[in-house]
């Protein structure tokens, strides 16, 4: 830390500053929580960011925020006040770093300022407000502030009141230690991996410790975001690591259940996968909805207006959220039923509950769209074209061909596609050409569904639907194949495409866009994979040597999707954010 005494030499002293390094000004006559100023200045996510009386700038705002410095020392050194110049915004900021984050933000360098609640950050220019401003900071507790802020603001029912009472502790413990969240995450992981290894005994005792161990990797979960939260450690590792663990455990879990039933013998893979199945397709439900909507022109209707207005009722907000089965309430769910029950009964039960939230959100959303008078934005249309996951086939036909105009075709074009190719899986004669006949009419109808830009009231539902028949497709043909270890299979091959198509899901949500289009030529897109698994049960009706193929597909989407996901979120281009969590 270094003392200037005035502009000038502060920015000599920036100057001297390696390039690559974070730096901060601070007016000495700052008064304030530290934990307001870890908010300001020591958050990794933003390029700038300012407080009362403090600002900091990474390397890549660096060279902005030199030449606002030196602009300020000029004006001063001319006789000029130090204050916004023509055409500038005026603000109540009079110290130098307050002027200099209204000039990084003229000049286009966004300066998050963040909410700091009951927290003071202040300049006091005269002794009374000195003594205001420290009688302010000595009646917060900054401890309690930065505990409570490190638990996010809107969770589920079992998290709120059954987990993060406690896990916060748990994340302070963990920072004293200096322990980091991706530690924790990975902990979490494992955790869930000896949960599945328990479950996978088929025994009474291990479907206890099963239940256990899972509640607590759901602890570690939360806690890994508090921690994240409460030392302001947001990484891009950080991002990859959360956003992916969570599947992989709850798939894992499926999985462990799944051999478990089958040492007692009981076959429940069609379960397990269809269970998968579900609740990918509800997350693929919620962020096409979100995409979609998030920046709509005039996003309101009246549906919304009623949620609105049911949110001043506290107990109905709570209802809400535990009707959606949110993750906390769902690995409650299954880890006590894991305990006292069987696999079949957790599978039902998780069918059931899946499937009714399901209907709830849908018919809400369905409604909103429905009601809403909302233009929809190129970027939302963009979003929805990278989900709809459409692979070369799709994308010849979307060029040859448009579909017509109206507001909805494409959701129309995506069920006709998905009603025949289904209709043909479950009810033609297993392994007909005829269900090949149907895939390809699928993947000609799908390419015409997304020929034009995804704008419609009613457009987002086309990539839950392309979900929704890519993984039953595979869950069908392979519950139908009566070839050993068929469905096993499948369930490998779903868990790499949803991977894939989870990966898609949070590069938009970091801003950073869709993976390349070379990784979705190269997994053939959905119509592709549908279409080839369509094949290959007519090639090899009722041949183990199904089985491998489906084996072999599984691994070589798993490999290439994973090396280039790796590949993104190791890369300095990935967003700095730790994933919030989703509440479905």
């Given at each position: ?285 919620d962020f096409s909805f979100n995409e979609a909507n998030h920046d709509a022109v005039s996003n309101t209707s009246p549906t919304a207006a009623l949620s609105d207005r049911l949110d001043s009722v506290g107990w109905t907000v709570w209802l809400r959220r535990m009707i959606v089965l949110p993750i906390g309430e769902r ?254």
């Amino acid at each position: 830390m270094t003392a200037a005494a005035d502009a000038g030499e502060a920015a000599d002293v920036l100057a001297a500053v390696p390039m690559n390094t974070r730096v901060a000004l601070v007016d000495p006559r700052f008064v304030g929580h530290v934990h307001a100023l870890r908010l300001g200045l020591t958050d990794p996510r933003f390029a700038a960011a300012s407080i009362p009386g403090a600002l900091t700038a990474q390397p890549e705002a660096r060279p902005a925020l030199l030449r606002a410095l030196r602009r300020a020392v000029a004006a001063v050194g001319a006789g000029s006040p130090l204050a916004p110049s023509a055409g500038e915004p005026v603000t109540e900021e009079r110290t130098v770093p307050g002027r200099l984050a209204v000039a990084l933000d003229v000049e286009g360098t966004a300066v998050q300022r963040p909410e700091l609640g009951s927290l003071t950050a202040a300049v006091p220019t005269t002794p009374e407000a000195r003594t205001e401003a420290v009688a302010a900071v000595a009646a917060v507790d900054d401890e309690a502030v930065r505990l409570r802020s490190a638990v996010k603001a809107h969770d589920g029912f079992f998290t709120t009141f059954f987990i993060s009472p406690y896990s916060r502790y748990i994340a302070r413990w963990c920072a004293r230690r200096g322990l980091t969240p991706n530690q924790v995450t990975t902990a979490s992981l494992i955790t869930a991996l000896i949960a599945a290894g328990c479950a996978a005994t088929g025994t009474r005792g291990g479907y206890v410790a099963a239940g256990v161990l899972l509640l607590f990797s759901f602890v570690l979960d939360c806690t890994d975001g508090q921690l994240a939260r409460y030392s302001l450690q947001y990484s891009t590792m950080g991002a990859w690591l959360d956003a992916t663990f969570d599947r992989a455990k709850e798939y894992a879990y499926y999985a462990g259940l799944a051999l478990g039933a089958a040492r007692g013998g009981d076959d429940v893979w069609v379960l397990a996968l269809g269970a998968m199945v579900l609740q990918a397709c509800r997350h693929v439900v919620d962020f096409s909805f979100n995409e979609a909507n998030h920046d709509a022109v005039s996003n309101t209707s009246p549906t919304a207006a009623l949620s609105d207005r049911l949110d001043s009722v506290g107990w109905t907000v709570w209802l809400r959220r535990m009707i959606v089965l949110p993750i906390g309430e769902r690995w409650a769910m299954i880890a006590v039923l894991t305990a006292v029950t069987t696999p079949r009964v957790v599978f039902y039960a998780l069918l059931v509950g899946c499937a009714l939230a399901a209907c709830y959100t849908t018919a809400g959303r369905l409604l909103r769209s429905l009601t809403r008078k909302a233009q929809r934005t190129d970027r939302a249309a963009l979003a929805l074209h990278d989900l709809a996951d459409s692979g070369p086939i799709a994308q010849a036909f979307a060029a040859a061909l448009r579909r017509p105009g109206g507001g909805f075709t494409a959701p129309v074009l995506a069920f006709a596609g998905a009603l025949v190719l289904l209709a043909a899986v479950i009810f033609t004669p297993y392994g007909g050409w005829l269900t090949v006949g149907a895939a390809a009419l699928y993947a000609v109808l799908s390419g015409l569904a997304v020929s034009r830009p995804l704008k419609g009231a009613l457009d987002w539902l086309v990539p839950p639907v392309f979900r929704a028949a890519e993984y039953c497709t595979i869950l069908v043909l392979a519950a139908r194949s009566d070839v050993p270890h068929a469905v096993p299979a499948a369930f490998g091959l779903v868990s790499a495409v949803a991977y894939h198509h989870y990966d898609t899901v949070y590069r938009i949500r970091g801003g950073t866009g869709a993976p390349p289009r070379w990784l979705v030529r190269v997994t053939l897109g959905h119509e592709g994979r549908t279409l080839a698994v369509a094949v290959l049960a007519a090639v090899l009706i009722h041949d183990p040597a199904f089985t491998t193929a489906l084996t072999a597909l599984a691994a070589a989407v798993a490999l290439v999707v994973l090396a280039e996901s790796i590949r993104f979120w190791v890369s300095s281009s990935a967003p700095a954010v730790h994933d919030e969590g989703e509440l479905a």
